[in-house]
């Protein structure tokens, strides 16, 4: 079975800029769940969404959202970036078939670099 | 919210075990990953505890739990020069929400 995709895997834009990353679950999976990793923040939880809706939302400001579709597949984007939000975007799919405990699964990550 | 905390740096010697520590601050996790970061990739998770257990073993991976003391813990047996990468505890009620230590860089020296 296919593991989670994350596209593009590496990104450059200038401050101002907005951007888009995408995210293909593994198949079945109807969770997904965006975090967002830096040097200085470590991991930190972005937001979760399932069967279309945000179920769960971390202490981010609103320039950052997502959306997640039919398919299960789920995209974040990111507006008005700022040198800040150069990090390594890590997406995970879980099954989540109404229980909170099953394991989460990772991509490998877009490591977005803001100039 | 919850505060877990980790070492950074981790060496040992190749054939020698390893063992990472964390601690976490919120008694209500029931469940407790360990998720391994090679460099350049993303997370594989590599075992998890119910809060209801105190030790669990897979294969070279030994995981222990003290509930009491918030505390968990990884051993590796046998470390091998593989291993090497950065390793996180994130303790979480459950998978929505995982909240992640800063991570431990194990490396391995020959």
């Known amino acids: 079975k296919a593991g989670v995709t994350q596209t593009p895997r590496y990104l450059i834009k200038t401050r101002g800029q907005q951007v888009t990353l995408s995210c293909s679950p593994i198949?079945?999976?109807?969770?997904v769940s965006w975090y967002q990793q830096t040097p200085g923040q470590g991991l930190q939880f972005l937001f979760e969404y399932f069967s279309e809706t945000q179920r769960n939302k971390g202490n981010f400001p609103g320039r950052f959202s997502g959306r997640q579709f039919s398919n299960s597949r789920s995209e974040m984007n990111v507006s008005t970036l700022e040198l800040g939000d150069s990090a390594l975007y890590l997406c995970?799919?879980?099954?989540?078939?109404?229980?909170?405990?099953?394991?989460?699964?990772f991509g490998p990550g877009t490591r977005l670099t803001v100039l | 919210g919850e505060d877990v905390e980790q070492s950074l740096f981790l060496s040992v010697r190749e054939g020698d075990s390893s063992v990472i520590n964390c601690t976490y601050t919120d008694s209500s996790s029931t469940y407790l990953y360990w998720y391994k970061q090679e460099p350049g990739a993303g997370l594989q998770l590599l075992t998890y505890?119910?809060?209801?257990?105190d030790m669990k073993q897979d294969q070279r991976l030994t995981v222990l739990l003290n509930k009491k003391d918030k505390h968990l813990s990884l051993r590796i047996a046998d470390t091998q020069t593989g291993d090497s990468a950065i390793y996180f505890c994130a303790p979480g009620q459950g998978a929505q929400k995982l909240v992640f230590g800063q991570g431990t860089r194990l490396t391995i020296n020959p």
């Open positions: 505890i119910f809060s209801n257990m």
């Open positions: 198949s079945g999976h109807r969770s």
């Open positions: 995970a799919s879980r099954r989540s078939e109404g229980r909170s405990t099953d394991t989460q699964y």
